[in-house]
């Protein structure tokens, strides 16, 4: 009989994260300071995050060790599924095997408690009262507000408008565990109100939403602030669910050829794709991971890699990343978690080293993959973990037209069950195929007045 779900138990949950950092030929570039243009040190980060998550920001330690009280919410879901798709390899008729690393099944339905709980740990164990946030297609949200919930901290969560109004059971799923969530733009920050007298009828992008739950915590004593992506410490906290398949992929007698996740601020992705490449810079392996965007909003393979703010106000500090301008909003496609308009730093660096590969999949194309996904598998992904899908089909149809066999793996990083609108614009012919042109590109990148790295 062939075994198709490969698990592990609960002693095998990982007990440290990997610091690609660590590894890496060329270290990342410093933030800096939005004024002087100068480096700045983990002082700059303090009125917005707990030390605990700065010093995890900066460091380059190797491992990082995972609190037991952290392991111990984890074990709520991890260790997650990794799964054979023998039903996808047959419905392609591919000679390649293909895996995918299932984590839909944490409480809110993605990868994203990964980090929200050790978060909102860190937040807690310094007395911090409220975390405030952003959410795009609302598994941020959910997450960090189910990881407040546990921890006993106040949520404040600034969800952008298109998922806000797409989705209203991800606001619903929020406040259950205590959230209170805000249409992104609103007009509970000054933010939010600049940005509604300039267009009341904006769609919303994560840069507005990042600016306006920056700008709460900034002004307010009690109160940081939470990102979903982005930053380092977040892709650290993430790597547990490649630790994880790596252990279940040596179970299973293979080893992935190719690691695919979809892409949005680097979260995603740097989960399942840093502890490979581990095993790059370790063992001299050849294992290519590859990121997977929209063609509505393709930082990585149509930006540029330049400094400029990780929110669309510019508050944050200056970040070397790739980026299509932190003004761009992007058209409002329904995978709202990568409508994101730059890339974390440590991905970028790795994209810039040819360390890492990136491909990006139009709106059309990613469904499509997502109901053969459906139909083959039986789990209805989100509409972000569909971009995972259409590279992993791609990559597998590529091996029968070369009749060569690989090992492909893929993040499906979260269930669609609260996506039902997306799929039903889809059934219904009112999703098309959509491609961001070059003079939108160039327009965006226009207003930029951030500096230029050579």
């Known amino acids: ?20 950092i660590a590894d890496m030929p060329n270290k990342p570039l410093p933030p800096l300071h939005p004024g002087t243009k100068e480096p700045i040190g983990p002082d700059a980060l303090a009125p917005l995050f707990p030390m605990e998550l700065i010093k995890q920001e900066v460091t380059t330690d190797k491992w990082v060790e995972i609190p037991d009280e952290v392991r ?14 023998y039903g996808l390899e047959k419905a392609l008729d ?17 990868h994203k408690p990964n980090t929200a709980v050790p978060q909102a740990y860190y937040n807690m164990k310094e007395g911090v009262k409220r975390i405030t946030t952003e959410t795009g297609a609302g598994q941020w949200g959910s997450a960090l507000s189910f990881a407040c919930n546990h921890f006993g901290l106040d949520c404040e969560v600034y969800m952008v408008r298109l998922s806000y109004d797409h989705k209203p059971y991800r606001k619903t799923m929020m406040n259950t565990w205590g959230a209170k969530v805000f249409p992104s733009p609103s007009d509970a920050t000054e933010a939010g109100r600049k940005i509604l007298a300039q267009d009341p009828n904006t769609t919303g992008s994560l840069g507005i939403a990042i600016s306006e739950a920056i700008e709460r915590a900034a002004t307010n004593e009690d109160t940081k602030y939470a990102l979903g992506s982005v930053l380092n410490h977040v892709k650290l906290h993430q ?13 299973a007698g293979d080893m992935p050829d190719i690691v695919i996740a979809p892409f949005g601020g680097g979260s995603n992705f740097a989960g399942l794709s840093f502890p490979f490449l581990r095993l790059n810079f ?5 294992i290519r991971c ?44 329904h995978a709202g978690g990568l409508r994101y308009h730059g890339a974390g730093v440590i991905v970028s660096q790795l994209l810039r080293d040819k360390l890492i590969e990136a491909v990006a999949h139009d709106n059309l194309e990613v469904f499509e993959a997502g109901v053969l996904f459906a139909r083959s598998e039986g789990i ?22 070369e009749g060569v066999s690989k090992t492909i793996l893929f993040n499906l990083c979260g269930h669609g069950n609260f996506d039902m609108k997306a799929y039903e614009d889809y059934f219904a012919g009112k999703i098309v195929k959509h491609e961001i042109t070059k003079e939108e590109i160039e327009a965006s990148l226009a207003q930029l007045d951030t500096p230029e790295i050579n």
Request: proline share 10%; net charge positive.
């Open 239 to 251: 790597t547990i669910v490649g630790q994880e398949a790596i252990k279940q992929m040596e179970k």
């Open 94 to 110: 591919t000679p390649a095997k293909i895996y995918y690393k299932y984590e839909g099944t944490s409480p809110s339905g993605s």
């Open 290 to 333: 590859i990121a997977s965007e929209p063609t509505s909003c393709p930082k990585l393979t149509r930006g540029v890699f330049r400094y400029d703010f990780g929110d669309t106000v510019g508050m944050t500090p200056l970040l070397p990343m790739y980026t299509l301008g932190h003004n761009f909003v992007p058209a409002p496609i």
């Open 1 to 20: 009989m062939k075994t198709r779900k490969i698990l592990l138990t609960e002693k095998e949950i990982p007990e440290k994260w990997y610091n690609v």
């Open 282 to 286: 370790e063992e001299g392996r050849n």
């Open 380 to 401: 209805v992904p989100a509409p972000e973990a569909t971009h995972g899908i259409a590279t992993a089909i791609a990559e597998a149809k590529k091996c029968k037209e």
């Open 72 to 85: 111990n919410i984890y074990s709520l879901w991890r260790p997650t599924p990794l799964y054979r798709a």
